[in-house]
């Protein structure tokens, strides 16, 4: 008995240290991010850092707005393309799928969550960057022609541009949403299921306003996992995504996430005044954005936990 009790406080201790550890790593790495990102902070004001368009290293000119712009624009944009595809791709294979097409289905979404980044950019490169420039940028042009104070390069892209990123950071976020929203979706209960039908509801509308309802919160983690995955993914963005430092104004338009900023030019011309403090700035406002929407996330999960619990 004591024996038993000794091991229980070990591994509750051990449990509670790890927990504690993970905790001051993270606030460790926000610290060093503030501290190399002071110098800039002092020499420029925040405000001109966050909207300023311009980024001359050389003369001292940072600003971050083409990157934070790029970053928002094709997030969002895979998003939009991902989250309702996975959803009811989820819904479909806790619903309706049989046993089979489950069994087949299931380790095909393991094997693309694990196919490294560098493949999904790769594949980008091969068959998205000459499908956009040669087939969607031309379908654009031709439709925007007709539009009032069109231009005629309007439309036309070299493929490595907004779209190209958004669709195959769609592709590498989609196996993640899929894979745990369908797995919330089957621990649904199947007396709520079954209650439901008896009541003489269709099996879509049992889908809808029971399983959906209840699996709510799970619903929403998965497309927050989804959406850190799609922010803060670095090479195969930036190896389609064109990585021109502007703000886009459509599809076509290349784009320069903050990521891609870091990776390509960390380490480089280290030499320039501030350029390692504006890289590290810009690997603060990732953190911190993040961080706040999983707070906000977060705060969208106890809502869905108390409305799934009335």
């Keep these: 008995m004591r024996l038993r009790i000794l091991t229980e406080r070990l591994t509750t201790g051990w449990i509670v240290a790890i927990s504690v550890t993970v905790m001051l790593l993270t606030a460790v790495v926000a610290a060093a991010l503030v501290h190399r990102s002071l110098p800039i902070v002092e020499g420029h004001s925040l405000g001109a850092l966050l909207g300023g368009s311009e980024w001359r290293p050389l003369e001292g000119k940072f600003g971050f707005r083409p990157f934070i712009v790029g970053t928002v624009w094709v997030t969002v944009l895979a998003m939009a393309l991902a989250v309702p595809v996975c959803l009811l791709a989820a819904i479909y294979l806790a619903e309706y799928a049989r046993d089979a097409t489950r069994a087949i289905v299931r380790p095909l979404l393991d094997v693309l969550a694990g196919i490294p980044s560098v493949v999904h950019g790769l594949f980008g490169v091969l068959l998205l960057v000459p499908l956009v420039s040669d087939h969607l940028a031309p379908w654009a042009a031709r439709h925007l022609a007709c539009l009032p104070g069109a231009t005629p390069q309007q439309g036309y892209s070299t493929g490595y541009c907004l779209l190209?990123?958004?669709?195959?950071?769609?592709?590498?976020?989609?196996?993640?949403?899929?894979?745990?929203?369908?797995?919330?979706?089957?621990?649904?209960?199947?007396?709520?299921?079954?209650?439901?039908?008896?009541?003489g509801a269709t099996r879509w509308e049992t889908v809808k306003h029971v399983s959906v309802r209840f699996a709510a919160p799970g619903l929403v983690a998965s497309v927050v996992l989804g959406f850190s995955r799609a922010f803060g993914e670095t090479m195969a963005v930036l190896m389609v995504v064109g990585n021109v430092a502007m703000s886009p104004k459509s599809l076509f338009d290349p784009a320069y996430p903050l990521p891609a900023l870091i990776a390509n030019n960390y380490g480089e011309m280290m030499s320039i005044p501030l350029y390692d403090s504006a890289l590290l700035l810009a690997a603060l406002i990732l953190m911190v954005t993040v961080l706040a929407f999983n707070l906000l996330a977060q705060g969208v999960l106890v809502v869905a936990r108390r409305r799934a619990a009335q």
């Design 164 to 199: 190209t990123g958004a669709i195959v950071l769609a592709m590498m976020v989609a196996p993640v949403i899929i894979s745990i929203a369908d797995e919330v979706l089957r621990g649904v209960p199947v007396a709520m299921r079954e209650a439901s039908l008896a009541v």
